[in-house]
């Protein structure tokens, strides 16, 4: 009879407890596709975050290919945005609309990105909306555009890129997580290091540490030192690390990183 009754008591405990470790957490949505989920970046950053003893609670929406536009339709995401409760949530759009032509962009990017950023401060009012700046393909956009070439070569859909995404965070006042501009740097300065994964486009689990290590920054809001290397040699993880906190913070204004 005991028994029963303590396995009856620890049934009604659990939802507690969970609960509890939950609201003790950053309650971090994930809206994105490949670029986000690839190697699983979003534990890579909470993982960084654990070594800082600061504790996300990450919920995923990611699906391949997807655009901002696509994760509107999707009623499970309206719903979790609706019922609050977050602290930060990551929009990232596909990885090569933003770098269109600017009147495309502007029809196609930039009002579902207002339109989720309401969503979010109507159930939300406190949370803070940080666009994910992604990179340019290794050698330009991997399906040429004949009539619009600075999408053609890296240089130029990077910047049209980081472009759209500045926008995209001014007409909000969101915040910017700067991957694109850190990954630049990164491909300048260390062109031995792949970013890159085989077909070019996609991260490779150092290109996604570089991510998680910009986009851990833009949270964090100072300099840390993680011992989290995701098995990249020390030297490697350090230089990965420093070039994604000067990326950030050396560039706050530029972000509209307010605190």
Not at 44 to 67: D, M, N, P, Y
Not at 182 to 206: K, M, N
Request: with cysteine.
């Amino acid at each position: 009879m005991i028994k029963i009754v303590l396995r009856f008591l620890l049934l009604l405990l659990l939802p507690v407890c969970a609960q509890a470790r939950d609201t003790d957490s950053l309650r971090v949505l994930w809206v994105g596709n490949s670029y986000t989920y690839y190697n699983d970046m979003p534990d890579a950053v909470r993982q960084i975050a654990a070594t800082q003893k600061v504790k996300l609670s990450c919920t995923r929406f990611l699906k391949g290919g997807e655009r901002l536009s696509g994760h509107l339709k999707n009623k499970k995401l309206l719903a979790a945005i609706a019922a609050g409760g977050w602290d930060y949530v990551i929009l990232q759009e596909q990885s090569s609309a933003p770098a269109m032509p600017t009147r495309q962009v502007a029809r196609e990017v930039y009002p579902c990105a207002r339109t989720l950023d309401s969503l979010v401060h109507a159930a939300s009012p406190d949370a803070r909306v940080v666009f994910y700046m992604t990179w340019g393909h290794k050698n330009g956009n991997r399906r040429p555009v004949p009539e619009y070439p600075p999408i053609n070569n890296y240089e130029e859909m990077q910047e049209r890129l980081k472009t759209s995404y500045l926008e995209m965070t001014y007409e909000n006042d969101a915040w910017c997580a700067p991957v694109g501009m850190a990954w630049r740097r990164v491909r300048a300065e260390r062109p031995d290091y792949v970013l890159y994964a085989q077909d070019c486009f996609h991260p490779s689990p150092l290109g996604s540490y570089l991510a998680a290590n910009v986009i851990f920054t833009t949270l964090y809001g100072k300099p840390y030192q993680t011992g989290f290397t995701m098995g990249f040699p020390a030297e490697q993880a350090e230089y990965i690390q420093r070039v994604a906190q000067q990326t950030v913070l050396e560039n706050t204004t530029l972000l509209n990183i307010k605190r």
